[in-house]
T-cell receptor, first 112, second 113 residues
Framework: SQQGEEDPQALSIQEGENATMNCSYK?????LQWYRQNSGRGLVHLIL?????REKHSGRLRVTLDTSKKSSSLLITASRAADTASYFC????????????FGQGTTLQVKP | NAGVTQTPKFQVLKTGQSMTLQCAQD?????MYWYRQDPGMGLRLIYY???????DKGEVPNGYNVSRLNKREFSLRLESAAPSQTSVYFC????????????FGDGTRLSIL
């Protein structure tokens, strides 16, 4: 069963605008990870945020985690056409078995 | 640095045929994983191997078998392919379980007629 649900399923913005994607999950986690997938390619890891962290930054990416609401958001600032991709959140349970549960993803289109 | 390499990239099978998907990583990672990705479903874990010599079932293991041949290689076998197994298959690896990012190959696109 899917742990994460992502919202929106699709997002279309203009270059230079910010893009925000949300992820909700159902059970306790050890960490939450965000991945990007370009068309026809494998997933690329973006950010990992642990359950005791509230916010992390990496370049133009900002991830927040609210464990009380069981939700996370990914913000991409000053988007570029090259950011066009699908974005997935994935959760790792506290049992630390290495298994990740992926959401269904948000498809982002950035128009030049 | 190749990372995670999957072969083949594309394959068409007939129902009932068997096939092995190959995966190799050159990052000296302990853990390896097989996922399938279907439209609108995200990725679902088929099997994983926490370390050389161990394998465990994931969310959707039925119809598949795996072999952790050595630390580098983790193969996925379909013994008797069914149309429901038409999907894109991804292999991934990570340094440790649970708290490290996974590194993915570019996938094998498998169609079963």
């Amino acid at each position: 069963s899917q742990q994460g649900e992502e919202d929106p399923q699709a997002l279309s913005i203009q270059e230079g605008e910010n893009a925000t994607m949300n992820c909700s999950y159902k059970t306790s986690i050890n960490n939450l990870q965000w991945y990007r997938q370009n068309s026809g390619r494998g997933l690329v890891h973006l950010i990992l945020i642990r359950s005791n962290e509230r916010e992390k930054h990496s370049g133009r990416l900002r991830v927040t985690l609210d464990t009380s609401k069981k939700s996370s958001s990914l913000l991409i600032t000053a988007s570029r056409a090259a950011d066009t991709a699908s974005y997935f959140c994935a959760t790792a349970k506290p049992s630390n078995t290495g298994k990740l549960i992926f959401g269904q993803g948000t498809t982002l289109q950035v128009k030049p | 640095n190749a990372g995670v390499t999957q072969t083949p990239k594309f394959q068409v099978l007939k129902t009932g045929q068997s096939m092995t998907l190959q995966c190799a990583q050159d990052m000296n990672h302990n853990s390896m994983y097989w996922y399938r990705q279907d439209p609108g479903m995200g990725l679902r874990l088929i099997y994983y191997s926490a370390s050389e010599g161990t394998t465990d079932k994931g969310e959707v293991p039925n119809g598949y078998n795996v072999s952790r041949l050595n630390k580098r290689e983790f193969s996925l076998r379909l013994e008797s392919a069914a149309p429901s197994q038409t999907s894109v298959y991804f292999c991934a690896s990570s340094d440790r379980q649970g708290d490290q990012p996974q590194h993915f190959g570019d996938g094998t696109r498998l169609s079963i007629l």
